[in-house]
């Protein structure tokens, strides 16, 4: 979203659990934009955003669909803080006809690998989102080939960059990584910066 335009936003409902959503709220609050965050997993690092002025938090269970089609009812309705845009984040095996309906604006980011996973192709196939960010070149070829109608309103947006390609201009020197869980896998590339590394906790 460009700064030029993002006052015609005034809040908008982000639906997602991973490290992506956090970046999404921590980008639309610092616009100024209100932020109402649904998330689906008891893992979430994004609950503790300062942003989200209301969180729901719902367990992916039997019930799970049925709660998230109550609250987008709502936004259906404008009853949700006068929420004017939806981003979703991964959406992954969640039907199309939930956000059926909607007159306001859906950005989805797929931020998972589409060329190696299909639990989001239900969504891509149907005609619903204002905008959709991939993963990769890779992926972005799978939409160009398998999805046509999304080819003009779909762009790559990466999920990490080298320093130089980013450009920073602060002297900002603290990067986080956020992991579900410490696998072995994990615990070898993390071993050689333990030094580096500080845990925080809280809301930030």
């Known amino acids: ?91 992954d095996k969640l039907s199309p006809t939930i956000l059926k309906g909607i007159t306001i604006p859906i950005i989805f980011w797929s931020t998972e690998p589409i060329q190696l996973k299909n639990d989001v192709d239900a969504l891509l196939q149907s005609n619903i989102f204002s905008w959709v960010y991939v993963h990769s070149y890779s992926c972005k070829e799978r939409i160009n080939s398998e999805f046509k109608h999304l080819i003009n309103k779909t762009s790559v947006m990466h999920n990490a960059a080298p320093r130089d390609i980013i450009g920073f201009h602060n002297n900002k020197n603290i990067f986080a990584i956020f992991n579900r869980n410490l696998s072995w896998r994990r615990r070898a590339w993390l071993w050689p910066s333990r030094k580096m590394i500080t845990r925080i906790n809280g809301r930030y």
């Open 1 to 91: 979203m460009s700064t030029s335009n993002h006052n015609t936003v005034k809040a908008a409902l982000v639906i997602g659990s991973h490290v992506q959503s956090l970046g999404i709220i921590r980008s639309l609050g610092r616009l100024g934009i209100k932020v109402i965050l649904l998330t689906t997993s008891s893992f979430s690092i994004s609950r503790y955003s300062k942003f989200p002025s209301k969180i729901y938090r719902l367990n992916r269970n039997s019930q799970y669909k049925h709660l998230i089609k109550s609250i987008i009812k709502l936004v259906k309705h404008n009853k949700i803080e006068g929420c004017n845009l939806l981003f979703l984040q991964r959406g």
